[in-house]
Every structure is written in C-alpha cells, then in structure tokens.
C-alpha cells in the first residue's frame, strides 16, 4: 500500500517486482538485489536511536540521515512518528561536453610577493571537490616544497577505514598522501594509497578552481592556487556506474563538517546532477544542500548541467477544454526511458499514451497508486502522486519497460486533455541526455527550465557556462528558471568551453561542460572568503552575501535585459565583486 510519507518514485519501487525494477532506468537505485536491503535518505526529529535494531544509520546535518533496511522494515520505519519523509536515491551525471583573464582574476595574483594587501590565491581558505577523485600526483596540486596540497580524499568507493560517523569508503590524510608522494615505485604508491581518478573529471575540476601551475611553469594555473584541497570520490554502487544522491549528501555533509572543524571558509564545488524531480527546490536533497550552506562560513557552487540543447525537457500552458499532443520519439535500441510531467495539483488533466502503431493507452486515471499498463509488447508503470508535505505539486509519472530488450521505437505522444484548468503550465522531462540514445528526445523540446538538479537549490551559486573566446552564452547550458516560483537560474555564467585544466596521468587537456565552468566561480568565491574572512576585511562575506557580491559584480551585456534564463546576473568577474 502507498504511503504519503514516502517519495512518489519510492511508493512506484516499492510496488513493482524486483524484475522490473532492474528493467528499470530509474526505479532500481538504492536497491541491493543481493541482501534485498534499500538505501534510504529520511527526513526527521528527535532521536533515531529507535530504529537502530533494524537500521544502519549515518546521521547527517540539519535533521536528515542515510537509512540502510531491509524491504520488509520500510513499513516499520514509515510508522516511527520521528520520521517525517522518506526518499530513494537517484543517480548523478557529470555535465561534461585561458579563461581566468575572462573572469577578472588576474590582476589579484601576485607570486612574486604574495604578502601584498591586494595579492589573493586562496592562502586560508579550501576548496573542496565533490567528483570522481583526483590525480593527487599531479605537480598542480604539490606545492613549491614538495608536499600535497591535498587535505583530505574520502574516496567512497575504496576499501579500508571510513571517515568517523560515515560508513563506506576510505579517508586519507595528508601525512598518507605526503608518504605515498615519497615512494618512486607506483606499484608502492598505489598499494599505499589505493586512490584513482579513472575518468579525469575531478582532476579537470580541481584544476580550474585550485591547480597551482607548477607542470606548467605557471601557465595554466587555476583561480585560487594556494588554498587547500579536500576531495570527495563519489561511490557508484549502482551497476550503471553512476553515483547517487545519497552519496552526494553524505559528501556534503563530510566536506562541511571538515571545514569547521578546521575553522576554515570552505568553497564547495559540484559539477554532478539530474533530471528527476521538480526543478524547484523542494526536495529532499535540495533542502538538505540549502541547510549546508546555512551552517558554517561556505559557499557552495553547482553547475546547471548541459540539457539545454538536449531536447529532454518541453512543456506548455494549457485552458480549460483544450487538448494538446506532446510529440516524442524512442530512439532504437533504446532499453530503458520515464517520462515525469509535474502540474500544479489544482489543474485537472486527463493524460493519454498514443503508441508509434497508434493505439491509445488512456486515460490514465490513478491517484496515489500504482498501475501497470501493457502496451507494444512493453509495460507501462504509472504513477500519479498527490502534494507532500514539502511541495504542492503533482507528478504523473510513467516507466517505460521492456519485454524484449528494447523499447518499441518510433513516434509516440501524450494526449493531455485539460479539464479544469486554474493554472495551466505543465513540464515533462525525461532522463538526462548523457543516460539515453541521441534519438530519443521531444520533438518540439523548450531549453528554458533544463539546469538540473541540484543547481535548483535555492542557497546555491548556480553557474551556466559561455563561451569566452566569442563571449556567447553555450548552447548546452542549462537554462532557467525553476519551475514552481519562476526563480532566476543560473546565478552568473562563467567560462566553460575549451578550457585548459590538469589531466589526469599528468600534463593538461581542453575540455567543455557546464562542470568546467563551475569550478572558475567556486575559485573566486574562496579568493573572497580569502579577502574577506581570512584577510579580516569583511568577517560575514560567506553564503548568500558572497553570492549577492558576484552578482552584484557580475558583467552584463549591453541592452541585454538581467536577470535572464541563460545568463543570470551576467558573467563572472571577481574585480568587481568586492563589497
């Protein structure tokens, strides 16, 4: 049976078998198919020590914990009056596809005396990396002297001792990597300190918000070269090698926790995210973020992903007795696709499947429960949710599912007939472009409301990525505004095409992405904090007066009308972000 406590997907997983689940692109997260045990993310009051005798629990910041529980405890654990919400995890992509000059940094860095009142490289302040790891043999992150500027790496998915109060994972220290650093053997070393960035895409980030330039005769360093480093590997327990949420939280939490107990201002950079959801801010995960950046002297920057382009998101405004079609296509061999349309709940809207062979499933007439369709040789799981206690909207959502491998390709639609319409504006998204076949897509697609989440948080700096050899704005970007309250997003936009950053194995590498863009702001925020904070000049410039300083600081285009979807507040430019 459904319950209003639990998350409108968690309500689905729980209601389907675990064959579908795993035929599921979206449903299966969180479950471990070998100990039939769920990964959990709960909201809650008071003192969990009552679940402890059938729960493995990391507690987190802000009243938010990680459950580990067998299936058949969910109810028992949905009863306990202390807990309030209950989510499953979702999976994270990376949004990948000489610009410090670009964003004003220069003129603040001085090696040769780096005492001078106005010299800012970060000295005091760290900058902590939520990724894939790090090359932490990268003579980027060395300093002059030989040893690693690297604080701390929680690699999630190694083996060995975890971090106090978490329970996955190694943590190494610095003396650890300072002594794998002296081994020349790198059999010796990887066997010291078993830690690899086998994508590169940590490394590249690090690179842009703190690489010191020492490979390369300081060529290419990043915007704050003298702060520390703490690093995050996030696990990817999930067999599509993906992280998920619940390791994003635990990360987050770790890296705030860190920062003070260190009494360090800490910038944090996440160039991860997904489609599911609201794109509002009204998650469990977008909540708990908001929380972080309230706690402690921080600031946290999130990319808004590369959807913008991608053709995975659409939506409209309907009046009451119209009817509209909204067009898509399932690519071949594609083997896994859900649709999400989210409305406002007092809108009734009669929604319908019309297959490439024409045949109409429909209308889909749930509430709050569970029901499988069979329609071309596949099976439909609909779901329509009610308002939680944390959003008053209403998700119709719908789970593609194969019977034979693949999905029945081709042209279908949902045939959306409004009945009574108070509001009218609907959103459809699928799945994140980087998960899907480029063919399956909405065939008349809107680029506005594609950032991904969490770049929807609210207490966030969400930064879009432009071009800064032409200064156009990246057509990949993702673009705003959120969707319930229309807020402005991104923040700023910042370099994030054809950037040279570190690489793993050593050397530099170009990239592109809306991830190479964040790490340039999540640089020039600790470069304030480093002014501000550490160099006494403004004690409170951390979270959102930090933000309201780049924006205010921000560079805008001619007759260009700001705030905008693409833009925000305009172009990153730290020289005229000081208070």
Known sequence: MESQKLENLLNVSLQVTETERKESLILDSGFHSDTKQWDL???????????????????????YAIVTLNEADIPRLTANPLVEFIEKPKTLYTAVNTAVTSSCILNYRHYSNPELPDSLLGRGTIIACIDSGIDYTHPDFIDDSGSSRILFIWDQGAAG??????????????????????????????????????????????????????????????????????????????????????????AIDYVSRKGAALGRPTAINLSFGNNYGGHD??????????????????????????????????????????????????????????????????????????????????????????????????????????????????????????????????????????????????????????????????????????????????????????????NNYATFSGRGPTRLNQSIKPDLAAPGVDIMSTAAGGGYDRVTGTSFATPFVTGAAALLMEWGIVKGNDPYLY???????????????????????????????LEDSFP
């Open 281 to 470: 801010g009204e998650s469990l995960l977008e909540q708990f973020i908001d929380q972080i950046a309230g706690i402690g002297r921080t600031a946290i920057c999130v990319g808004t992903g590369n959807e913008a382009a991608a053709a995975t998101h659409t939506g409209g405004l309907l009046k009451t007795g119209q009817t509209e079609d909204v067009y898509f296509s399932i690519s071949p061999y594609e083997t896994n696709l859900c649709l999400q349309l989210w409305k406002q709940y007092v809108d009734d809207i009669s929604i319908s499947l019309i297959t490439p062979t024409g045949i109409r499933v429909g209308p889909l007439v749930t509430k709050n429960k569970t029901v499988k369709v069979s329609a071309e040789d596949m099976e439909l799981i609909i779901f329509y949710g009610e308002p939680s206690p944390y959003s008053m909207s209403q998700e119709i959502f719908i789970d593609f599912i194969n019977r034979s491998y693949y999905l029945q390709p081709g042209l279908w639609s949902v045939h959306l007939e409004a009945q009574n319409i108070i509001d009218g504006k609907y959103d459809i998204w699928m799945p994140g472009s980087i998960s899907l076949n480029s063919m399956s897509r909405f065939y008349y697609p809107d680029g506005d409301t594609t950032l991904t989440i969490p770049s929807t948080a609210r207490k966030v700096i969400s930064v879009g990525a432009y071009n800064h050899h032409n």
């Open 161 to 250: 001792t975890p971090p106090s109060g978490y329970r996955q994972g190694a943590e190494f220290s610095r003396e650890q990597i300072n002594a794998a650093l002296r081994l020349q053997n790198r059999s010796e070393r990887e066997q010291l300190l078993p830690h690899w960035d086998f994508s590169g895409h940590g490394t590249a980030v690090l690179g842009i918000a703190a690489g010191n330039g020492r490979a390369s005769n300081r060529n290419y360093p990043g915007a704050a070269p003298d702060c520390d480093i703490i690093v995050v590997k996030l696990g990817t327990p999930d067999a599509s090698g993906f992280p998920r949420t619940l390791e994003l939280m635990q």
């Open 41 to 63: 993310i709960i909201k809650y009051s008071g003192d969990l020590s009552s679940i402890s005798d059938y729960a493995a629990v990391t507690v987190l910041q802000g009243g």
């Open 543 to 573: 979270g959102e007066k930090l933000k309201a300083c780049l924006l205010k600081g921000a560079r805008r285009r001619g007759q260009q009308h700001y705030p905008d979807s693409q833009w925000g507040w305009g172009r990153l430019c």
